[in-house]
């Protein structure tokens, strides 16, 4: 299987572990969806970025990932800024949702990067 495959199978089963576990909460946060996807969508077209930069220009690889990461960080900013406005009362659990699963897809993204770099 190549990385890219193992790189999806990773993130589809981390969607559908987040998804099953959803059914456990009593409520979920009011942003739920929308965050999911954005978070899916995000990681996946980076990773993706990130895979044909270090093909077609490997000396700008680490400079197009810390790019990468800063521009993340001042969307997603705008993003969690945004739902704070929009739902005050469950901003909390919005937003620490939000940061869950962005810490999980910066694992496996940086996990799956890792393991092609190093081959």
Known sequence: MSNLAAFLVAMGL????????????????????????????????????????RKSQPEFFVQFYLGSIAIKLLA??????????????????????FIAVYAVFTALEVGFLWRQITR
């Open 76 to 97: 997603y900013g705008a993003y969690l800024g945004l739902i704070i406005w929009e739902d005050r009362p469950g901003a909390l659990e919005n937003v620490v949702f």
């Open 14 to 53: 981390a969607v559908i572990l987040i998804l099953g576990v959803s059914h456990l909460l009593p409520s979920l946060p009011s942003f739920f969806y929308q965050s999911l996807i954005l978070l899916t969508a995000s990681t996946i077209g980076l990773y993706l970025y990130l895979l044909r930069t």
